[in-house]
């Protein structure tokens, strides 16, 4: 069986009276991220690491910030059609492994949420998706809460 792997990487500013998306999933914060879509980091660094294990580039060359038919997109389209691509070229997925960077809000409390909107969108198991978050301990533009960042890590195999 060939099987692949993958790592995603995103980042997004955080401003004053946006949404915060992550994982799918709105929560209510007084800041949120600057983006072209909605800001999704998570499922972007998701996008990115199917994509890579994939050998098919990355998230901007399939959904560039500069077609406007992507401008506040809701990421969770992005990720499904993301699927479909990487599926067109023989793939499964796995298991998908991530974590969030921010200082607040605590998103301990969503984390289950989010791992049953990704494994939903992705038609697999709850349990094959793994969702962790961290501070920075304020260290860093996480810490100082300028922005937030998330990594991804998936493995796929060969149907």
Known sequence: MKIKTGIGIDVHQLEPGRELWLGGIKIEHEKGCV???????????????????????????????TCPAYKGIDSKILLAKTKELVERQGYA??????VVCLQRPKIRPFIDD?????????????????????????????GREEGVSAYATVLLYKL
């Open 35 to 65: 983006a072209h879509s909605d800001g999704d980091v998570l499922l972007h660094a998701i996008c990115d690491a199917l994509f890579g294990a994939a050998g098919m580039g990355d998230i901007g060359q399939h959904f560039p910030d």
């Open 93 to 98: 997925i796995s298991n998908i492994d991530s």
């Open 114 to 142: 989010m791992r049953a909107c990704i494994a939903e969108i992705l038609e697999m198991d709850r349990d094959d998706v793994s969702v962790k978050a961290t501070t920075t301990e304020h260290l860093g533009f996480e």
